[in-house]
């Protein structure tokens, strides 16, 4: 996934936001994304625990440092969808 993401012309992102068997809140982010030929990866980027408050603040700080992980600019994301999280 890394490699490909490296070659990503634009990104989307997925997310959605559920409890586990400990009920500690789960933030899934999936990334699909497209290259220069038109190829389309879609992949689980990241399930990020979210410990304590789940504020939108810090939804965004986890989803920022996992985009930062992988390289992912924010200018190249087009699109954000979620269930509510």
């Known amino acids: 996934m890394c490699k490909r993401i490296k070659n990503f012309e634009y990104y989307s992102l997925a997310l959605d936001e559920s409890s586990d068997i ?6 899934a982010v999936f990334v699909r994304g497209i290259d220069s030929s038109f190829n389309i990866t879609e ?3 990241s399930l990020i625990p979210m ?3 789940t504020t ?3 939804l965004y700080n986890k989803l920022k440092s996992m985009l930062e ?3 992912i600019p924010l200018e190249k994301i ?7 999280a």
Request: no cysteine.
């Open 22 to 27: 400990s009920d500690i809140s789960q933030l």
């Open 78 to 84: 087009v699109g954000i969808s979620t269930d509510g």
């Open 69 to 71: 992980n992988y390289s």
């Open 51 to 53: 410990t304590g408050t």
């Open 43 to 45: 992949e689980l980027g």
């Open 56 to 58: 939108d603040k810090n």
